[in-house]
């Protein structure tokens, strides 16, 4: 399984883009990378998956480089609801395996 | 969207007690369902995959014998703590993946909170 790591933490203020880089560096031909998003007391929620080159969707994009080696999760204009942890997980999800998650990270948003 | 659900919310009850959780997917079929403890301000960590059908899968270091996973159809998984104690007191999620839909993301329930006393 590859292994991720993300910076443990982060701060933003509402409004502003935040970018949260996740480093795969043994991401295997056959994984997808996807984020999801925790808040307290609740399961993952899921935010967005991709291959290569960049996805976007309602709520988010991601960027990934050519050699896949690392993966940016990009949110538009955070907001105080935002404040959560963000997980980038590497899996092969064509084959169903397991995902292993990493530390996370800590997603704060202030006024 | 699939959503899978988790039930109960929230356990409290005495040490010694056997406590059943229930992970479902509602609106798809899944052949494999997998259980995560998470403790406080830490991450997940997998504890056992679920297979419809046969044996659950279980991580190095998880009883097999203390936590019990039945997933008897293709909608439902259950993970059964016997004779839980304080030190299994933790934060229990369940996740499940729609594979007749080719590449999907898997989808977590909304966790079940279980307190020892």
């Known amino acids: 399984l590859a292994k991720t790591t993300q910076p443990i933490s982060m701060d933003s203020y509402e409004g502003q883009e935040v970018n949260i880089t996740c480093s795969h560096n043994n991401i295997a031909t056959n994984d997808y990378i996807t984020w999801y998003q925790q808040f307290p007391s609740q399961g993952p929620r899921f935010i967005i998956q991709?291959?290569?080159t960049k996805v976007t969707n309602e709520v988010a994009s991601l960027f990934i480089p050519a050699d896949r080696k690392s993966s940016t999760l990009s949110l538009p204009r955070v907001s105080l609801s935002d404040t959560a942890v963000y997980y980038c997980?590497?899996?092969?999800?064509?084959?169903?395996?397991?995902?292993?998650f990493g530390t996370g990270t800590q997603l704060k948003v202030e006024l | 969207g699939a959503v899978v659900s988790q039930h109960p919310s929230r356990v409290i009850c005495k040490s010694g007690t056997s406590v059943k959780i229930e992970c479902r997917s509602l609106?798809?079929?899944?052949?494999?369902m997998f259980w995560y403890r998470q403790f406080p301000k830490q991450s997940l960590m997998l504890m056992a995959t679920?297979?419809?059908?046969?044996?659950?899968?279980?991580e190095q270091g998880v009883e097999k014998d203390k936590f019990l996973i039945n997933h008897a159809s293709l909608t439902l998984s259950t993970l059964t703590v016997t004779s839980a104690h304080p030190e299994d007191s933790s934060f229990y999620i369940c996740s499940a993946r729609d594979y007749q839909k080719g590449n999907q993301p898997q989808h977590f329930g909304d966790g079940t909170r279980l307190s020892i006393l």
């Open positions: 991709g291959y290569k």
């Open positions: 679920s297979n419809e059908g046969s044996k659950a899968t279980y």
């Open positions: 609106d798809f079929q899944a052949t494999t």
């Open positions: 997980l590497v899996g092969d999800e064509g084959g169903g395996n397991k995902l292993t």
